[in-house]
């Protein structure tokens, strides 16, 4: 049988179409998971991030769990989607950034914390959630940069305030609650259990350091963002060498440079030296997390990293 030229071309027409069909890969998905809190029974949910072409690979992915700060806390429930507001679920549903991990961003509780006093969780409303766009996406904020000069960088002396405050209303009161939505996403999705990372801002940047300590055979890595280490933590990180990248704010007022170097310095006594603090001497509390989640460093570097 002889094979014509314009029969070869068909044929090469039907085989690019079928490969352009097999590249298109499936849409990010966005779910909210139930549980009940292990703090206080509440009947709560969880945002649960599935990364574009999930649907199809057959790959498992890399977890990554991000833990808000203290103005986006709630009810888990009505007020969950406070949690897009700032960090890597902004990146990737908001923004639509093509990160390759499946994201858990859970609400912390929020105790008695929407009193006089916290003006950032009372004066908060539904307008300042950002939207996922259907077409484009939304112009970011705006930075807001100071001329302030630097403060002192070194500093041994953690106020026992923010200490007890961090440890009343902080992400160590739900530790079983993170460690049982990690289970159920490596029971539950394709997810790999090398790979699972921690990030947080601010009381999630302490969160991460609280977690890590207490559950050191779970992250291949971690990233506290404007949050430091206290003393009491050190050990058992130490003990796991789990890499980490601490970053600061130079100009941040609500948690200081200064005090970061109190947890890095005894992470190395105990001779953990896997151990990045990197400050970012031009930026304020909000601007130092915006600049680093908005990048694309912190998520290279944490994939750099397996168990």
């Known amino acids: 049988m002889k094979v014509t030229s314009s ?35 509440s009947d709560r949910e969880y945002f649960l991030y599935l990364p574009k072409g999930y649907k199809e690979s057959d790959k498992n992915w890399p977890i990554l769990m991000f833990l808000h700060g203290n103005g986006e806390r709630g009810n888990g429930k009505s007020e969950l989607d406070f949690t897009q507001v700032h960090g890597p679920l902004y990146e990737v549903w908001v923004q639509k950034r093509d990160l390759p991990f499946i994201i858990i961003a859970p609400q912390l509780h929020m105790f008695d914390l929407d009193k006089p006093g916290m003006s950032y969780i009372t004066n908060r409303t539904s307008a300042s959630i950002p939207k996922r ?41 739900v530790q079983e609650d993170l460690i049982s939505m990690i289970d159920n996403t490596l029971k539950n999705y394709k997810s790999d259990e090398k790979r699972v990372y921690l990030t947080g801002l601010s009381f999630g940047g302490y969160g991460t350091w609280h ?57 190395k006594e105990f001779g953990h030296h896997k151990v990045r603090l990197t400050v970012h001497q031009d930026t304020d509390h909000v601007e130092t997390w915006r600049r680093v989640y908005a990048g694309q460093d912190i998520y290279d570097w944490l994939l750099s990293h397996s168990k």
Do not use: H, M
Request: overall charge positive; hydrophobic content about 35%; aromatic content about 12%.
């Open 7 to 41: 029969f070869l071309f068909i044929i090469s027409i039907i085989i690019s179409s079928c490969s352009s069909i097999n590249i298109k890969k499936s849409e990010e998905q966005l779910v909210r998971i139930p549980y009940t809190s292990f703090l206080d029974n």
């Open 133 to 173: 766009l259907k077409a484009g996406i939304p112009k970011r904020p705006n930075p807001s940069y100071t001329s302030e000069k630097l403060n002192s960088l070194k500093s041994d002396s953690i106020p026992k305030s923010t200490i007890n405050f961090i440890n009343k209303y902080g992400w160590n009161t």
């Open 211 to 267: 977690t890590a300590s207490k559950y050191p055979n779970k992250f291949a890595a971690i990233n506290p963002i404007v949050g430091y280490a206290f003393p009491d933590l050190i050990k058992s990180i130490a003990d796991k060498k789990i890499p980490i990248w601490n970053i600061a704010g130079g100009k941040d007022k609500s948690v200081p440079a200064k005090y970061f170097y109190t947890g890095i310095n005894k992470l």
